[in-house]
């Protein structure tokens, strides 16, 4: 079996990003792995997701969440808590010092799995020395199947700053 995918909130969030760049690339990597069972999201992250969203109005947060639920319903994510190993590797690998804490959780439990973490995140962006991808651009605007569309398109009421990936 192929290697496991985790994802972050930085990627999840970032199809929502005000930089058109950055979304239509993070929007990309979900159309493509819609059907791919090896992504996963930790625990924490999606609750990240939700503490972002949470920031915005109620105006918002009902336009966005139809296409969450529904995203989250039919992609295959895995999502995982942290085990004691991924406690340790956090805290006791050096090349994950002076990333937050959320951050060196979920590169640790990539590293105990022989995994990536694909990201939009500005701070994992240039780390070479972990098992991090900044996730591709693309060129045009990536679709989801059509009935996801219709729901992704009003969605985008709600923008993040890039800056809060």
């Known amino acids: 079996m192929a290697s496991e995918i985790f994802i972050d909130a930085a990627l999840f969030m970032g199809m929502h990003s005000q930089d058109d ?5 993070c929007k990309g990597f979900f159309a493509r ?5 090896r ?18 109005g109620r105006e918002e947060q009902d336009a966005y969440y139809p296409f969450m639920d529904v995203l989250h319903t039919d992609m295959k994510i895995q999502r995982i808590g942290y085990e004691e190993r991924d ?10 010092a002076g990333l937050p804490m959320h951050e ?9 799995r022989d995994a990536t973490v694909i990201t939009a995140g500005p701070r994992l962006r240039d780390r070479e020395d972990l098992p991090v991808s900044f996730v591709e651009p693309v060129d045009g605007e990536p679709e989801f199947p059509e009935y996801l569309e219709r729901l992704y398109e009003p969605s985008l009421k709600l923008r993040v700053n890039p800056r809060d990936l």
């Open 21 to 25: 760049d950055v979304r239509r690339a």
């Open 33 to 37: 792995h819609l059907a791919d069972e």
């Open 39 to 56: 992504v996963v999201l930790n625990q924490e992250q999606v609750g990240k997701c939700d503490a972002l969203v949470w920031l915005y």
């Open 87 to 96: 406690l340790r590797t956090a805290l006791e690998n050096e090349s994950l």
């Open 104 to 112: 060196r959780l979920l590169v640790a439990m990539a590293i105990n």
